[in-house]
């Protein structure tokens, strides 16, 4: 019923609180489903996740831009927000909410949960089920886990961007 990067996603954002591999997840699903359409659902998902990583790391001019554009995109995919067991309101007060809080320099970063509906969490715990997980929050976030972009090898993906530069300078000389 929903997509198991979705879930895959869902179990990051809420259990392990790994807003950069929600990212990683839900982005190459997006690229391979819907890798056209810059106001996806997708990507306003993506960016909420991006805009929580940016926020716990204290660039909250970061943090105010995903979740302003985040918000922009997911206020116009009622429906797919619907069929994916997000409650589009309580989502919408939940990044108005977080561009307060990233606003406010005496307010520390707090974790989010998502509106979901019952429907979407017991979809959740069965994946929970299949990968051995447990549907429930992890308290304590590693220190690697705040800081996972400046500690990934990079490698792969900066030899895909040449690549991808080269591409795109030789499809000009044509």
């Known amino acids: 019923m929903y997509p ?47 805009g929580l990583y940016h926020h716990r790391r204290g660039n909250v001019n970061g943090a105010i831009r995903m979740y302003t554009k985040a918000r922009s995109i997911l206020e116009k995919n009622t429906v797919q927000l619907q069929q994916l067991g997000l409650n589009k309101l309580d989502l919408i007060k939940q990044l108005d909410v977080q561009i307060l809080r990233a606003s406010d320099s ?30 429930k929050t992890k308290k304590d976030i590693p220190t690697e886990l705040i800081h996972k972009h400046t500690l990934r090898d990079r490698t792969d993906v900066i030899l895909e961007r040449k690549r991808q530069l080269a591409l795109k300078k030789n499809s000009k000389k044509q």
């Open 4 to 50: 198991t990067a979705y879930l895959d996603y869902l179990i990051y954002f809420h259990i392990e609180r790994d807003y950069f591999e929600c990212h990683e997840i839900l982005e190459e699903y997006w690229k391979e489903h819907d890798p056209k359409k810059r106001d996806s659902h997708w990507v306003g998902l993506i960016q909420i996740a991006v």
């Open 106 to 135: 005496d307010v520390r970063f707090d974790d989010i949960a998502l509106p979901l509906s019952k429907d979407v969490i017991h979809a959740c715990q069965k994946r929970c089920e299949t990968l051995g997980f447990e549907w």
